[in-house]
């Protein structure tokens, strides 16, 4: 019972987030920030912007509020999947246009 307790607990968050959106490579351009070529994006509430690798389905946070919800929603660390810089070695391809368009899901 206390299982069945425990799940229904962590998987409230997501029973009430919006649907997930297909987002691509091809859409974000040289924008896309991550290794995958495809990632469902999902707005959780309390604006937690995510992504979800349609492959493997592990789950990583792109935002803060998201980043604080971690361990409850089980996140893996983003680090996995966020592409390198070409541009700029040792930096990371920025996240901020996918957190907008995950931002615009939550509304």
Same mark, same amino acid.
């Given at each position: 019972m206390r299982n069945l307790f &425990? %799940? &229904?607990?962590l998987a409230a968050p997501l029973a009430l987030a919006a649907p997930p959106k297909l987002i691509s490579a091809e859409d974000f351009g040289d924008a896309w920030p991550f290794v995958p070529e495809e990632m469902h994006l999902q707005c959780l509430p309390g604006n937690a912007v995510v992504v979800t690798d349609p492959e493997t389905g592990r789950m990583y946070g792109l935002n %803060? +509020? /998201?980043? %604080?919800?971690a361990r409850q929603l089980g996140?893996? +660390?983003l680090e996995q999947v966020w /592409?390198? *810089?070409? /541009?700029i070695p040792g930096a990371k391809v920025t996240l901020g246009t996918v957190? *907008? /368009?995950g931002i615009e899901l939550c509304q």
């Amino acid at each position: 019972m206390r299982n069945l307790f &425990l %799940g &229904l607990l962590l998987a409230a968050p997501l029973a009430l987030a919006a649907p997930p959106k297909l987002i691509s490579a091809e859409d974000f351009g040289d924008a896309w920030p991550f290794v995958p070529e495809e990632m469902h994006l999902q707005c959780l509430p309390g604006n937690a912007v995510v992504v979800t690798d349609p492959e493997t389905g592990r789950m990583y946070g792109l935002n %803060g +509020p /998201a980043n %604080g919800k971690a361990r409850q929603l089980g996140l893996d +660390p983003l680090e996995q999947v966020w /592409a390198e *810089n070409t /541009a700029i070695p040792g930096a990371k391809v920025t996240l901020g246009t996918v957190i *907008n /368009a995950g931002i615009e899901l939550c509304q």
